[in-house]
């Protein structure tokens, strides 16, 4: 990083700026290949470079047997059992209900689990950084919630409640596996830890697809076109490889709430995306959302440690 200026700062706008870009990426390919499948192959390949990454810089260090069962936890809750249920989820229920549920919980379960785990203390500027960002939320969000909510019979009966809940149940397996590696990270390299958890929860995202998703066989001869391949690298490269390590780090020297206030940004990123390349229509009551939004985040992260946190290794 470049000399005065704040690291863990810039470290948390990059994160913002590429987790509100990779929506596209998402969204190009999940429409050719099934979703666990997508995500799955993301997360595996992303995992083995970081590790092959790892350890030509030598931060391959050897994980205690004692923390095995931590870091094969932080895998599951992190990317399996998060990624699983929201890209199901999602289609049962439309975009902003999604976008509302699962970006105002993730930072609301990051503080709650950060608390009942002891890694943060509760205080009013949190409280407020919250506040702001949830209400945000909501008001960006929300008119798409009221237009066709139901864009279709629903799959089986219950869907749209099932689909609503899996991608709530995603923010919390998310905010836990947070709190959970955090205490890794202080003992291990983050790119270590982000190597072995995308690694695992990738691995394990696939054979959840081969059990339970359609076509997820015939899915990874990889017959996918260039645009699904091109959208998958950039995920791979820039929401895994670069996102994902950038994520570790912050949790690892700011807390997981600070860390989660990303969800107050990375939409604002989105929405200026969709107007740019899409020309969709941004109103007076978007312009005052972003604003909350944004307000919620600098708060949240104004109190930030400077200073980057050492590892054994780092």
Known sequence: MVAGLDTNKVRFLMLCLIWGSTW?????GIEVVPPLVFAGTRFTAAGGL?????????????????????????SIF?????????FWGMQYIDTG????????????????????LREEALSVRRIIALGLGVAGLVVLFWPSTTVAALPGPEAFSGANLLGGIA?????????????????????????????????????SL??????????????LSGDWGSVAWMSWLFLVVFGSLIGY??????LRDVGASRAGSYAFVSPVIAAALSAILFAEEVTLLDIIGIMVMLSGAYLAMADAPTAVAKTCTE
């Open 24 to 28: 596209i990426g998402m969204k190009a």
């Open 167 to 203: 991608v709530a149940s995603a923010a919390f397996t998310y905010g836990y596996g947070s709190v959970l590696a955090r205490p890794l990270l202080r003992a291990y390299p983050a790119l270590l830890i982000a190597g072995i958890t995308t690694f695992v929860g990738g691995l």
């Open 97 to 116: 209900t999604a976008a509302v549920l699962e970006m105002s919980l993730t930072p609301i379960a990051l503080l709650c689990f950060a608390l009942l």
């Open 50 to 74: 970081l590790l092959i990454y790892a350890l030509a810089k030598g931060e391959g260090a050897l994980v205690r047997s004692k923390d095995f069962i931590r870091l094969f936890a932080v």
């Open 206 to 219: 696939v054979v959840m697809a081969l059990i339970f998703e359609t076509g997820a066989l015939a899915a």
């Open 78 to 86: 992190m990317i399996t059992l998060c990624y699983g249920p929201l």
């Open 245 to 250: 390590t950038t994520y570790m780090r912050l």
